[in-house]
């Protein structure tokens, strides 16, 4: 093992910090649960927030505390890694639309910063951004 990936390892290894499971758990206990009937596992879930965050369970409640313990690990290192958690569904139904024009660069450039922000799109990115600017 090299000794970048052995330090990988011991990284993965470690708990995450106290700070930053707090922080998690506030966030994801803010996100949206799906759970849907699965025949080979009982239930399946996710948030749509962050829908890779998966768990699943014999009950409703099983598949509930697995998508919460998943997506708050997830979180969490989206925080130790410096990056910004996506922020939870306000409800509010989005029925208007802005059309922003960019070049082809600013557009390559602003879409692989949402990536590395850990956005699910540019339109996830740009409305957090201008809306946490705004307040």
Request: charge should be positive; hydrophobic fraction near 40%.
């Amino acid at each position: 093992m090299s000794r970048s990936s052995d330090t990988a390892a011991r990284a993965l290894s470690r708990p995450f910090s106290a700070a930053a499971l707090a922080k998690a758990r506030r966030i994801a206990e803010g996100y949206r649960l799906v759970i849907t009937p699965d025949p080979d596992v009982g239930f399946f879930g996710y948030t749509l927030e962050m829908p890779l965050a998966m768990g699943e369970g014999r009950s409703i409640a099983a598949c509930a505390r697995s998508v919460l313990d998943s997506t708050v690990a997830a979180i969490a290192a989206m925080i130790e890694q410096g990056q910004r958690p996506p922020a939870a569904d306000s409800g509010l139904r989005r029925d208007q639309q802005v059309n922003i024009r960019l070049s082809a660069e600013e557009k390559l450039r602003l879409e692989a910063l949402s990536k590395r922000e850990g956005f699910r799109s540019l339109s996830d990115f740009v409305r957090e951004t201008a809306l946490r600017k705004s307040a």
